[in-house]
């Protein structure tokens, strides 16, 4: 089983940078997407950037351009790279994982998040102004 694990959480303010992180325990195989959520009170969950197994992203245009998703292959680890923070980023962060599928970031942001198989725990991030 999959365990993934986040990290790099906290308060910040309104124009500052935060980064996070999501480990994974193993893989047996590397996942065809993996992708950083959000939820904010009262809100459903939305997809804030998805990258393919290949590399190929794809971002929420509410974070186009202030937020990066990464990944390291040889560490089983994803990142989420936040600039240029706003109030309304403030929400709890979760990485996820979805074993099978296409090598397409648009793929893997259009599928949503019901389709992934493994899931962090969560981690909240809080700007503010």
């Known amino acids: 089983q999959v365990r993934l694990v986040e990290s790099g959480g906290g308060s910040g303010q309104a124009g500052g940078s935060l980064r996070l992180s999501c480990a994974a325990s193993?893989?047996?195989?590397?996942?065809?997407?993996m992708a950083w959520f959000r939820q904010a009170p009262g809100k459903e969950r939305e997809g804030v950037a998805s990258i393919a197994y290949g590399g190929s992203t794809v971002y929420a245009d509410s974070v186009k351009g202030r937020f990066t998703i990464s990944k390291d292959n040889a560490k089983n680890t994803l990142y989420l790279q936040m600039d240029s923070l706003k109030p309304e980023d403030t929400a709890i962060y979760y990485c996820?994982?979805?074993?099978?599928?296409?090598?397409?970031?648009?793929?893997?942001?259009?599928?949503?998040?019901?389709?992934?198989?493994?899931w962090g725990q969560g981690t909240q991030v809080t700007v503010s102004s």
């Open positions: 996820a994982a979805k074993a099978f599928g296409h090598d397409s970031a648009d793929y893997c942001y259009s599928v949503g998040p019901n389709t992934y198989n493994y």
């Open positions: 193993k893989y047996t195989y590397s996942p065809y997407c």
